[in-house]
Every structure is written in structure tokens, then in C-alpha cells.
DNA sequence: GGCATCAACACAGA
DNA sequence: CTCTGTGTTGATGC
């Protein structure tokens, strides 16, 4: 369940490692996963060449020239690896994009997820990447004026729903928002019009600082980078540490559910 | 707040009264509850012969030759009058149709209500007419079998939604739904998944039975017919009695709040 | 309390 | 615990 942190750590590995590489071909092994049938996604890759790979939320954007952009969502669990030259491949994967020197990478997941390929001029009409809202690490477009905006119109759902949803703010998934909130001393279903100005305030960092720190890292140590390495970040203040004390004043923290997702909260530190 | 059998009654009685006449003019007087510009309203009724008048749930269907038909939702609180030529149109009408013999009606309502004029072609094009469920007089379409079909289309709605909304049936509001879900046993909140077979066919027998006794009583006592007469429906079993016995078990009948709607039941009867 | 519209929530499916 | 589509509920306005 790769979050802002992974996917962003992966972009900028995969940009380093594979900016102007010319693709030989595509190997899909699961169709079910691409936006077009396979022969038609193969024909949209084959020898383009990697201009930039970028991240937006969730969703990795490789630039390719002439014209093509793949795009790749690792939905639950799901992870991308390089191979050098000769290296084999994983038998568990989706798909992999191999290079005309001999590299490749290959992309998996447990659990429902998206390999999609458009042609960059459409990139506009991919709903699912078309509607992501704000992105945390983009301090222009991220700003607290902006970040208060969507807190305004969202104004009737519980602010963990608002948090979450990749419309309003792109990346945040279940594991990284249980110490936003924390942070912020919000329970997650406290309803957003009832936010004070000071709280916002202290959501907006909390997102800002929650999410760099754990991108400083390479992410959680439980999900792997673009070699297969661990990331560093292991300590979570009350996230998935049901039953153990809260950092700040002791209480043990509790497992609620929440909607149809499950939240890890203080119930004295957050209200 | 008329329902099913106050309008039914109504349109029995403009049946008998208005078949035959011409219409000379129409006389609004508060063009927002029109679906039309006034004069194109006008334009389309005056110089037509009322063919005949039914309703279908809360609704009145005047056909008129050639080709127009008028419609009428009352609303809440609304009434139809008759007039007798040179009589005087009541003040607080929102509008009236008058006949090339004098004669006329008016119609008046306290809260929302709509006086539609389309094309009898178009009439299936009306949205809000054209989706009305069924009728609980039509023996033929209100079948047994049909009622049940409704209930499992939408068996996770609470039984009262269900019965309330005009698209599953027709004709059924606040007020008749009490004694209803009584005389079957049922909770309003009773999720209709878990409505028993032999409770689905009381709840159809009840239907029926409460409709059609009220509709003989020419509609509720505080509701008045065509000729300003008020309908000898006065006794609820439960309904808009609260804090009194139940006629069952004497319990008291409780009000209770039930999604946005109140409901009256006997906390023993219904469950 | 009538009806339409929209937003929010729950649930199933991929 | 990802994302979409469907259906149901709730708030609002006429």
C-alpha cells in the first residue's frame, strides 16, 4: 500500500535510472490491468524514449517522446523493480518495460492496480489522474490558502474523509494519515466545518512535515524502493500501534473504525 | 396534505362536474407553480373540451381535446374548488380555469405545489408524472406479485422509504402510512429485506384496505372535496395519536423521529 | 409535509 | 484498504 512517500521515492529513482533509455518492448502478462488492449498498449511504448518520471498522489508519470505517457498506480501492496542487463524478471509480475540496452523494470501488485499508456496530448481525459486534487510537495500549489479552500467546501464530511480523498489532496491513504491527524489533534471524524483556524493550521504542517519526513527516508521500511531496499521510516506515533502508549500523554491507543476504514487514535490527545 | 384517497375523491368529483366543458380562459395568478411561461399556459388550455379527468397517486390528469392535458399536484395543504357561474373566486387561489358556461374551479395550496400544461403526446416526457410507481386502486397493476417486486428491487431501504416513495408506489404520504405500516405490524425503520412473506401480504392487504375505506369516507376530515365538503375519515388507529392507547394492546402510541419524517407507532404492535 | 437536486456515505466489483 | 459505479440517505430550495 504504497502512500505519497513511496510513489514519490520510486519517481525520482526511476527518473534517475531511466531518463533517455529507448523502450524495446512491453511484456504484459496480466491485460486485465491496462487502460487498452495489450497489442495496442505494446505498439503505444515501443521505441519511445524516457524523457521524465514524475509522481502526482499515488500515480507515477512516465514522459515518453514522442507523445506517450505510461502511467502506473500501484494499488494495494503492489512494487517496481529494475533488472540490469541479463537480470530475470519476477514471476509475479503484471508487466515490465523493457529497454534497448538491455535494462528493464518490471511492476507488481497483490491487489488491484493500474498500467495504463495514453497519448500525452489526452493525458487530459484520464479521468482517474485528471481529477487528482492538490499535491502535498508542491509548496506553489500547496498552500495553506488552498489546503483551507478544499477544508471549505468539503465542509460536511468528517475530516479524515476529506484527508483521504485523492480529489481534494493527492497521496494520502490510510497508514499516513493516522499521524497527520494525531499530529494535528483531530479525531478523524471530527466533521471538517468544525475545524478552527488554529487546527488547520496544525493539519497543514502535519501534512507538509508527515509526508517529507517519511519521503526523506525512502518511505515505510515495510515497502521496497525501485532496487528492492527497504525504506528507513519505522516509527509511527500512533499509527497500527493499537493497545500501546500515546507519545504524548500515556493513554493507550485505540482501533476504531471509522467509515468503512480503520483508525489508530488517542483518545484523550484527539477530539 | 392530501393523498391518495382526498385526491382520487377530487378527481372523481371534476370528472362528474367538468366532463363536457369548455374552457373559456385560465386565470393565473402566481405563475411559479406553472411548468410554462403564463401565457404560453393559457395559450395552451383555452378553447379545449375537458375529455375527462383521473389521477394516478398524488396526482390529477384533466384530458382535454385536442391533444392537452392539465396537471395538478396539490402539495401540501392544497385544494381544488368548484365554482357555480357568477360566484366569487377565492382571493388566495393560485390560479383558476373558467368555463365558457361560467362555471369554474380554482385551486389554492399553503405550501409547493404544481399546475403543469403539456402536450398530451409529450406527457410521457413529464418527469415527474411519467415515473410514478403503482397505483394502489388499479387492481390490474397493483398485483401482489408487482408490490413484492418493489420490495426486493429495494430491500435495503427501511420499509417506509420504500412505501413512500411515489416511484415504488404512488399515492402513499405521511399521513396513511401510519395506520399502514400498523395494521401490518411493521416498524417504520424495519429494513424491507427482512419483511417476512406473510407480512408482505398483510402490508399489501393494508394498503389496499386503508386507501380504499378512506377513499369511501371521501378522504380525511380535515381535507376538503371539490364543494368545499370535508371528508368522514376521522379515526386513526395510530396515527397523529400520541401518548394514546393503542386499539391492540393499549400501550401508548409513541411519536418517533425516522430519518427526516415522524412516525407514530405502538412500541409493542411494530416491530 | 411534496418533489427535485446535489452531496455524502455504504457497498460491491474489478 | 485502491478506485469506480451504483444505490440510499440527508440537506436544501422552490
Known amino acids: 500500500m504504497p502512500e505519497l512517500p513511496e510513489v514519490a521515492n520510486l519517481a525520482r529513482q526511476m527518473d534517475r535510472e531511466l531518463r533517455g533509455r ?3 518492448e512491453v511484456d504484459v502478462v496480466q491485460p486485465r490491468c491496462l487502460n487498452v488492449p495489450p497489442e495496442e498498449f505494446g505498439r503505444m511504448l515501443a521505441h519511445t524514449q524516457v524523457n521524465r518520471v514524475t509522481s502526482r498522489g499515488k500515480w507515477i508519470f512516465m514522459d515518453l517522446e514522442p507523445g506517450a505517457t505510461f502511467l502506473l498506480n500501484l494499488g494495494m501492496g503492489g512494487e517496481v523493480l529494475f533488472h540490469h542487463k541479463d537480470e530475470p524478471l519476477p514471476g509475479n509480475r503484471q508487466s515490465a518495460v523493457l529497454f534497448e540496452d538491455g535494462g528493464a523494470f518490471s ?3 497483490c491487489w488491484f492496480g493500474y498500467v495504463h499508456a495514453v497519448k500525452t496530448v489526452e493525458l ?3 479521468t482517474m489522474t485528471a481529477a487528482l486534487g492538490l499535491d502535498p510537495l508542491d509548496d506553489g500549489e500547496f498552500t495553506l490558502n488552498a489546503f483551507e479552500k478544499v477544508l471549505v467546501e468539503k ?4 475530516i479524515k474523509t476529506v484527508l483521504m480523498d485523492q480529489k481534494n489532496i493527492a497521496g494520502i491513504g490510510n497508514v499516513y494519515i493516522q499521524d497527520i491527524l494525531f499530529a494535528a489533534g483531530l479525531h478523524p471524524l471530527r466533521k471538517t466545518a468544525d475545524v478552527t483556524a488554529s487546527e488547520r493550521r496544525a493539519l497543514y504542517a502535519a501534512i ?16 521496497k524502493d525501485l532496487y528492492g531496499q527497504p525504506g528507513r521510516f519505522t516509527e509511527f506515533l500512533v499509527g497500527y500501534r493499537e493497545g500501546k502508549p500515546c507519545p504524548t500523554c500515556g493513554a493507550l491507543v485505540q482501533k476504531i473504525r471509522t467509515g468503512s476504514t480503520a483508525s489508530f487514535i488517542c483518545p484523550t490527545c484527539q477530539t
Open 22 to 24: 529507448r523502450v524495446a
Open 107 to 109: 511492476q507488481h501488485f
Open 124 to 126: 487530459a481525459s484520464h
Open 155 to 158: 465542509k460536511r464530511s468528517a
Open 208 to 223: 507538509c512535515s508527515q509526508l517529507r519526513h517519511a519521503l526523506e527516508l525512502g518511505g515505510l521500511a515495510y515497502e
